[in-house]
T-cell receptor, first 113, second 114 residues
Framework: EADIYQTPRYLVIGTGKKITLECSQT?????MYWYQQDPGMELHLIHY???????EKGDLSSESTVSRIRTEHFPLTLESARPSHTSQYLC????????????FGPGTRLTVL | QQQVKQSPQSLIVQKGGISIINCAYE??????FPWYQQFPGKGPALLIA?????SEKKEGRFTISFNKSAKQFSLHIMDSQPGDSATYFC?????????????FGGGTRLMVKP
């Protein structure tokens, strides 16, 4: 079944830890995205990729980094987590064509103590 | 600068009533306007979308009304049900080399009371 997966779903860690949030999609989509969602709901684009070896920064500045070594995989890494990184992180993917629907994963809720 | 403004932030409607969520945009280059629905613990999912060459699109109980001259569009949920309780996001994108980058509104939390 074509889908988009995120792991872990919930993560509670201490300050200074390195973490990687995983995102995989089985739809063969070229384009992938990471959004940060506030408790107040608003979605902020932090990273996106047009395809393998492509990564771009989004509208909201983020200390996280991403990589795209395989089409289906788009992990997000925080080298040293801080309480300010506490948030919901949503991964999405779409076809490269204009107007392509973005499909979202279920999200990772990150809490940094 | 928020390019897509959404209102209200929260909305309470009785079962069977009509839920109306409004969005306004600034950039006249936007040419695709989707609405996403998000349930707690889930990612947003596409609900319905419209292009500016039509003024209305209906899918079941969900209708988008689009006013190009006013740069506004709205989501109407007819016969609202408790199962419609969710957060709704409007969005807009444009036909350019960046592909389908979406600009989201701030979201509306809808609660439908039984």
């Amino acid at each position: 079944e074509a889908d988009i997966y995120q792991t872990p779903r919930y993560l509670v860690i201490g300050t200074g830890k390195k973490i990687t949030l995983e995102c995989s999609q089985t739809m063969g989509h070229d384009k992938m995205y990471w959004y940060q969602q506030d408790p107040g709901m608003e979605l902020h684009l932090i990273h996106y990729s047009y395809g393998v070896n492509s990564t771009e920064k989004g509208d909201l500045s983020s200390e996280s980094t991403v990589s795209r070594i395989r089409t289906e995989h788009f992990p997000l890494t925080l080298e040293s987590a801080r309480p300010s990184h506490t948030s919901q992180y949503l991964c999405a993917s779409s076809e490269l064509t204009v107007g392509g629907i973005q499909f979202f994963g279920p999200g990772t809720r990150l809490t940094v103590l | 600068q928020q390019q897509v403004k959404q209102s209200p932030q929260s909305l309470i409607v009785q079962k069977g009533g009509i839920s109306i969520i409004n969005c306004a945009y600034e950039n006249t280059a936007f040419d695709y306007f989707p609405w996403y629905q998000q349930f707690p613990g889930k990612g947003p999912a596409l609900l319905i979308a419209i292009r500016p060459d039509v003024s209305e699109k209906k899918e079941g109980r969900f209708t988008i009304s689009f006013n190009k001259s006013a740069k506004q569009f709205s989501l109407h949920i007819m016969d609202s049900q408790p199962g419609d309780s969710a957060t709704y996001f409007c969005a807009a994108s444009m036909n350019n080399n960046a592909g389908n980058m979406l600009t989201f509104g701030g979201g509306t939390r809808l609660m439908v009371k039984p």
